[in-house]
């Protein structure tokens, strides 16, 4: 799965095949056609959760669950869907029960068959957050810094051709909110945490393959782009126009080159200040925006945007595309990989770049996930690992959640995922390093996060597979490191490991077990912060 992070994607050159293909349906399934399925399903678990570091600390907890895995995959339309709440029931008089829902869809159905077609879909995650806005991993069941992030996208998608001139246009509007602690410091300085956005994004191009009618592919596009954030009303707007060249050197390479004009600005207002000039902290601990100051620009690029690159795609199974060029008064770099050597294996790669907020990267990110999928979970909590895996391979979304500060950013970054089928088991590994360098409008409070930079790496693998014909195990790791430019932060670094076996023993119900361990470490704390837990319990699938 390749995480398509950029943000109007300005720079794409037209995709080169040297084989003569029609206008392809959008998110036509590959394999499996007609497939339907629905789980819906109930769980009964016992946990007990340890603290070993700094305290020891034991608890426990009985959690009720209910969900459903569905998916569709047919000629018009198809879609993944995995929902999941849960309640957990504290065993000690001072515990606090909780309740989650987490979720993660994607889908399209088709209103003319390989023309119009409507996409959405849709994110419920839980992640433990802290102060300075540091995502790092699940959090335990009742982990006080736990933080809810929802995100949703929906739009049309138009491809058509009109004689030797293939047409496409696209519009997708989304909104993602973060429901976190109030988070105050010590200084009574509110936390940089990304309260919610909306965004909308829209493109159209219209262009000629090589060879039809002239020896090169030639086209023209244009797009726009907004995301409105609520803290501090902050705003970025790109639009572009560009055009593009597509030169064949061989029936499965070609150069491919643009040139156009863009537009990108950022810009908010300062937050509302009492008599002393101190900024008004709002009830949610945030800055509130005073909506009578005027809008200052904290970043303005305009003018001419170039991209040279090259596209070789050998077969079906392999297709490269690298890209160099001038954006954002600067530099860049972005392209993909996808290798599948054979049915059994898959390698993507991807290389990213562009400026948004944190709402426009998740609503990115989800609409690059295949609408084919099976979600990983974390056998203790339920909680979305972040990874999906998929039949064209797996994918992570991890490094979206590396920081939720408000502040936008320019995102730079690469993500790699490699899956195999060894025999009847399934093993994935997921890599990437993600930088954002922030953007503060001068002489207003975000002025601090102007130039800081977050620099994060992740890794994730998994193996999973059945035992015998009725039960199956599953086995994950993770690693994390974060760093913060920002003053008064520190290095945090994450490592955890889980394992699960689950066997029916009658009909549709199942017995589950899980073990999990996990450990926080950051430079300024004393002592790590580690976790144990294990999980017994029942499951029936109706």
């Keep these: 799965m390749l995480l398509g992070m950029m943000v109007a994607a300005p720079l794409q050159a037209q995709t ?53 895995d569905a998916a569709i995959n047919g000629r018009n339309n198809g879609g993944s869907v995995s929902l999941r709440y849960e309640r957990n029931f504290a065993h000690q008089s001072d515990g606090a029960d909780s309740d989650t829902i987490t979720g993660l869809a994607r889908g399209y159905a088709s209103i003319i068959p390989r023309v119009l077609t409507v996409e959405a879909g849709a994110l419920a995650s839980s992640t433990r957050v802290d102060a300075q806005g540091r995502s790092v991993f699940n959090p335990i069941v009742d982990d006080n810094l736990s933080t809810q992030t929802y995100s949703v996208y929906a739009g049309p998608n138009l491809q058509t051709r ?244 408000s502040s936008v950013f320019r995102g730079r970054g690469v993500v790699a995922s490699y899956s195999r089928q060894i025999g009847r088991m399934t093993a994935g590994i997921g890599a990437g390093y993600d930088r954002r360098r922030f953007i503060g409008a001068p002489g207003t409070v975000l002025e601090l996060a102007d130039g800081v930079v977050d620099e994060s790496y992740y890794v994730t693998a998994g193996v999973s597979g059945p035992v015998g014909s009725r039960a199956s195990f599953a086995i994950n790791t993770f690693a994390s490191w974060f760093d913060s430019g920002a003053l008064g932060t520190d290095s945090v670094r994450a490592i955890g490991a889980s394992g699960s076996y689950t066997e029916e023993i009658y009909r549709n119900l199942s017995a589950r077990a899980a073990v999990a361990i996990s450990m926080l470490d950051s430079d300024l704390a004393p002592d790590n912060f580690t976790t144990a837990s294990a999980l017994l319990g029942l499951r029936y699938d109706f």
């Design 16 to 68: 080169y095949s040297g084989e003569d293909t029609t206008a392809n349906e959008s998110e036509a399934p590959s394999n499996g056609r007609g497939r339907m399925a629905i789980d819906p399903y109930i769980e009964f678990n016992n946990i007990v959760a340890w603290q070993i570091s700094p305290v020891s600390d034991v608890v426990t907890y009985t959690q009720l669950a209910a969900g459903v």
């Design 162 to 405: 009109a004689g030797d001139v293939d047409i496409s246009a696209n519009y997708r509007i989304g909104y993602t909110r973060v429901d976190g602690l109030d988070f105050v410091t010590a200084g009574g300085t509110p936390a940089d945490l990304f309260d919610d956005s909306i965004t909308h994004s829209a493109t159209l191009r219209a262009g000629t393959r090589p060879y039809r009618p002239f020896p090169v592919g030639v086209g023209v596009g244009a797009g726009f782009y907004q995301e409105d954030v609520s803290n501090l009303d902050q705003r970025v707007r790109d639009t572009y126009v560009r055009g593009d060249v597509t030169v064949p050197i061989t029936p499965t390479l070609a150069f491919v080159a643009g040139v156009g004009v863009e537009d990108v600005e950022v810009s908010s207002r300062d937050a509302l200040r009492d008599a002393d000039g101190n900024p008004v902290i709002d009830t949610n601990g945030r800055f509130f925006t005073d909506p009578a100051a005027p809008r200052v620009i904290a970043y303005d690029a305009s003018g001419l945007i170039w991209d040279v690159g090259v596209v070789w795609s050998p077969s079906s199974r392999t297709q490269l595309e690298a890209h160099f060029g001038h954006r954002y008064d600067s530099e860049t770099f972005y392209g993909s990989f996808s290798w599948q050597p054979n049915r059994r294996s898959n390698l993507q790669i991807a290389v990213y770049d562009g400026i948004q907020g944190f709402g426009g990267r998740l609503n990115n990110a989800i609409a690059a996930l295949p609408t084919d999928f099976s979600v990983i979970r974390d056998p203790i909590t339920g909680e979305l690992t972040g990874c999906v895996n998929t039949v064209d391979g797996n994918g992570c979304i991890d490094g979206l959640f590396g920081s939720l500060r």
